[in-house]
């Protein structure tokens, strides 16, 4: 293993249920309906995925542009006193980083992966801090993974992924990367896609052990 990427929400960030809460007052807001299925379908997608989703497939009367704007500003004032970063994870980021070079591949808006940067002073160690608006494709998709590996400069088969959620855990593994799953409490993996994780952790704390690094 030459490196590992990160994905930020569920993993490092407990933000998973504040995109829920923010999406589904918007679309509620907007004269559409959620559906059972429509949280874990959008966990993972880039911005314009998920925001065409509200509307053609939720029914929320905005364009897909303008609901993208609503939520990623609500989401950017739910993180205007800092974000709600996990336990330990950017002890763990830095740990790491210190052995390997770190990436974030995330499904977050960039001003929401800088607003985590910045709150754990992590700008520097980060190497590499994608967004899946900037590629093809978002999760379960490998784009943004490749992409990510791409950039480090290390091939994807040499790299980590450290993921929470069924898409993100797809993507990962279809990228050809070893997978590391920290399975979200509030929205867990399926099954299927857990169990194609190469090693699954209880905590991102027990990262740094298991990759055989002293102890965050």
Known sequence: MDAVVFDLDGVLVDSEQTWDEVRRAVVAEHGGSWRPEATRAQQGMSTPE??????????????????????????????????????????????????????????????????????????GLVRVALSSEQVAAGKPAPDVYLEAAGRLGVPATACAAVEDSTNGLRSAKAAGMTVYAVPNPHFPPDPSALAEADTVLTHIRDLPTTLGIPSA
């Open 50 to 123: 998920w925001a065409r989703y509200l509307v053609e497939e939720l029914g929320a009367r905005l364009t897909p542009e303008r609901i993208a704007e609503v939520v990623v500003d609500r989401m950017a004032e739910r993180y205007s006193g800092g974000p709600p970063v996990l336990p330990g994870a950017a002890e763990v980021v830095r740990a790491v980083g210190e052995r390997y070079p770190v990436a974030i591949a995330s499904s977050s808006p960039p001003v929401l992966i800088k607003a985590f940067l910045d709150a754990t002073g992590l700008t």
